[in-house]
């Protein structure tokens, strides 16, 4: 075991090592040195203290302002209210029983402020946080300590504030530093003026200006992006290596026939798309490609032309939904799309045709068993379903093909199960309208061919979003309502969209409840004086999101009476589903107030408006799903978000960006800036468990490209890293046993 593999117990001791584990997942030496901190500040730089965000961990570096000790009323005790100021905003930190600190927080001292922030009478504050002054009269041993240079400001928790966890730092780089290996190639450093790592992890802990920072974080940013080309060109050997059987359209085929029947001419996208999925599909090796395409842009044609070409070349394809009523519209749309195509053997159907078969979970017996021996012997060329299509006693005769719509509603054990179901690897096609912020970072990392429709077919409408502020603007909710009624009225149809279905306990409310029991606990924090909230006046804790049930029964009693409302979400019967779907594609239903069931495939080209409700609950993908559900017809579609957030919060900036654009790539990226990009290498769909800690994947891109050049060459050179042993042992550190088996997955 190397140095750096140390368990910090052996460093900082047995309970400062549980802190760490516990609160950041900090277990090494070697942990400790790659925690790089997240940002830094100048000695009498203050933080702004207006861009905090609400439940966040902070250190914040600021000037005590006003001191205020208000004792409780009626009882034994008191709370102490400290003002701490940037110059231009302020921040309450508020300590109970506890006023002795007068002594130490006087007004006009400067410190370092950490806690997590929290919100008491519309006003931010921080309760009983850690502190440590900085000035001339404070400890003398901390204001040496950060005078003269840098002040590094950590990604902290409750228990370890940012300069307890830079003192296990400074421990760490003291006794291990010379322990540091070199995991990139002198020559590649050399080619790019890159420092040494050992003095890299130095000058990002402790750099003496702006310029050791930049250095820093040049040469980490590099050890992240080459690291993981190494791994991904590893991958990209090996899966080159896999055979595959070449499925290439047969002239005068079933492809040619649908193509023939087609109403309308393919739009230049959609026939260079097509040509590049052919041109892969023909390959002897594994295809594995993204589909990116506006909502409404026919990527589900494209993919379908796709499945046609396999079962000309005598395979089946799969197309797998995340939603049942998702995969029944798919089966709807595509059989009617192919006609008798797609009643091969049946009496009646083409001689070229093949059958399409549905599977899911829902399915009688009889039914099922239909499908699944349809499937088997290869009647059933395609086949469509939920993940119904993953179970064991799911077989099939020759599976060339799997298409994976929205992609990010799987998991890559979902999709490799149902690649395990061919005798060779099929062909791999996924499609989105708005990426994942993975899958975003895994395009710019070059290990995904991608394929971007970026044209609408013509006859489609332009969709316009619009924020209402519910509560700056009350009437501006009045008139989308009056909004819903003038599109009925003119003969189309509406969605209103809320996040939660209304006979459960939202996640929401319990952490409402979970609040009220702590600050109860907390010397009963509402006590009590005459700034405690009025009844009825604004909470501190945000309400349960809108559910479906309640706000479409508001609607039928309010602003949409006399409309025809239904509901439709997940704990519906498959049968009632189908049913209220069918209806409301029929034109037999004005208004579906639903969840977020509607979010993908819904197809029904005379609905015109869309209101989702507590819009910013949803991510920006979903917001952008959901809005491409209206203007699918020759009518404009509108699609309001109605929100209660404050005008300058980020909840309403991403509002405003999904309303700002329909480039749904555009928006990926913001999502990317705003929740990271998760887990690389791994399984983690965003920021919960980045891999990158420097490298960001939105600013890096030369950097990520250059390094995938370096990485193919060195991986064709010396394939098993024998001739690098610290870049194997930097891969064997970031691939644990998870990665390893997710890349083996792809």
């Known amino acids: ?34 925690h790089y901190p997240r940002r830094y500040v100048e ?13 966040e961990h902070v250190t914040v570096l ?28 302020r921040l309450s930190l508020v300590f109970f029983n506890q006023g002795w600190r007068q002594k130490e927080l006087k007004g006009g001292s400067q410190g370092l402020f950490a806690g997590k922030v929290g919100v008491f009478n519309r006003t931010r504050q921080l309760v009983s946080p850690d502190y440590q002054l900085l000035d001339a009269d404070a400890d003398a041993g901390a204001a040496q300590q950060f005078a003269g240079r840098l002040i590094p400001v950590y990604g902290a928790s409750a228990q370890m504030p940012s300069w307890k966890l830079s003192l296990c730092v400074e421990t760490a780089l003291t006794k291990h530093l010379s322990d ?17 790592l050992p003095e890299a992890l130095e000058l990002i802990h ?6 050791d920072r930049e250095r820093a974080q040049e040469r980490l940013r590099w050890d992240e992006a080459f690291v993981l080309q190494v791994a991904l060109a590893q991958r990209r050997a090996a899966d080159s290596a896999l055979p595959a ?21 393919l739009t230049e996208g959609q026939q260079k798309v097509s040509a590049e999925i052919a041109a892969d599909l023909a390959g002897e090796h594994p295809m594995h490609r993204l589909l990116q395409g506006e909502v409404g842009s026919g990527k589900t044609l494209v993919a379908l032309r796709a499945m046609l070409a396999v079962v000309d070349a005598g395979g089946q394809a799969v197309l797998l939904a995340p939603t049942e009523v998702l995969a029944q519209q798919h089966h709807r749309s ?97 499609m989105t309208a708005t990426p994942i912020p993975r899958t975003v970072a895994m395009t710019v990392f070059g290990d995904l061919e991608t394929s971007v429709l970026d044209q609408l077919p013509a006859g489609r409408s332009p969709i316009s979003t619009h924020v209402v502020p519910a509560v700056e603007k009350p009437n501006f909710l009045a008139r989308a309502w009056e909004r819903v009624r003038e599109e009925v009225t003119r003969g189309h149809q509406a969605y209103v969209v809320c996040p939660r279905i209304g006979d459960e306990e939202p996640a929401d409310l319990k952490a409402a409840k979970g609040a009220k029991k702590r600050r109860r606990a907390e010397d ?50 498959p049968e009632a589903k189908d049913d209220v779907m069918r209806r409301f594609t029929a034109g037999a239903v004005d208004v579906l107030v639903a969840t977020t069931v509607i979010e993908v495939g819904v197809n029904v080209p005379n609905s015109t408006v869309m209101v989702i409700m507590d819009a910013d609950r949803f991510g920006v993908s979903q917001l952008h799903q959901l809005r491409g559900r209206v203007g699918r017809g020759s009518a404009a579609g509108l699609c309001l978000l109605v929100s209660d957030m404050p005008a300058g919060s980020a909840a309403r900036a991403r509002l405003d960006a999904v309303a700002g654009t329909l480039d749904g790539f555009q928006l990926s990226r913001i999502d990317l800036e705003q929740r990271r990009e998760g887990d690389v290498l791994g399984q983690a769909q965003s920021g919960v468990k980045s891999s990158l800690k420097v490298l960001s994947v939105l600013e890096d891109e030369e950097v990520i490209v250059t390094a995938r050049t370096e990485a193919t060459r060195l991986v064709a050179e010396d394939p098993g890293l024998t001739a690098h042993p610290e870049l194997r042992t930097a891969l064997a550190s970031l691939l644990d046993e998870d990665r390893a088996e997710y890349l083996e997955k792809g």
């Open 1 to 34: 075991m190397g140095a750096l593999d140390e368990p910090l117990t052996k460093l900082v001791g047995d309970r400062t090592a549980k802190v760490l584990a516990d609160s950041l997942k900090l277990r090494t030496v070697g942990d400790l040195l790659h």
């Open 43 to 55: 000695r009498g730089q203050l933080t702004s203290l207006d861009e905090l965000e609400i439940d």
């Open 62 to 89: 600021a000037r005590v302002e006003k001191v205020t000790l208000i004792p409780f009323r009626g009882r034994k005790g008191d709370r102490l209210e400290v003002v701490v100021t940037d110059g231009r905003s």
């Open 180 to 196: 540091v290996g070199e995991p990139l190639p002198a020559e590649l450093r050399e080619r790019h003026d890159l420092i040494p």
């Open 206 to 211: 402790r750099p003496r200006n702006q310029a």
């Open 245 to 265: 059987k070449p499925r290439r359209a047969r002239e005068g085929g079933l492809l040619d026939a649908f193509d023939a029947r087609l109403p309308f001419t």
């Open 334 to 430: 595509i059989v009617e799309m192919m006609g008798d195509l797609a009643e091969g053997g049946l009496l009646g159907g083409s001689d070229l045709g093949t059958r399409v078969a549905l599977l899911t979970g829902s399915m009688g017996v009889p039914a099922r068993r239909q499908v699944l021996l349809d499937m088997a012997c290869g009647d059933a060329g395609i086949a469509i379903g939920t993940h119904a299509l993953i179970e064991d006693k799911v077989q099939f005769q020759d599976l060339g093909l799997v298409v994976v719509d929205e992609q990010h509603r799987f998991g890559v054990e979902q999709r490799d199960a149902l690649r395990a179901k061919g005798d060779q690897p099929p062909h791999l096609l996924v």
């Open 524 to 573: 009963e924090l509402e006590d009590l004086t005459d700034d405690a909230p009025d009844e009825g006046a604004a909470s501190d804790e945000r309400r349960p999101p809108l559910s479906v049930v309640e706000t479409a029964a508001k609607l039928v009693g309010g602003p949409l009476a006399g409309l025809r409302v239904e509901i439709l979400h997940g704990q519906l019967t």
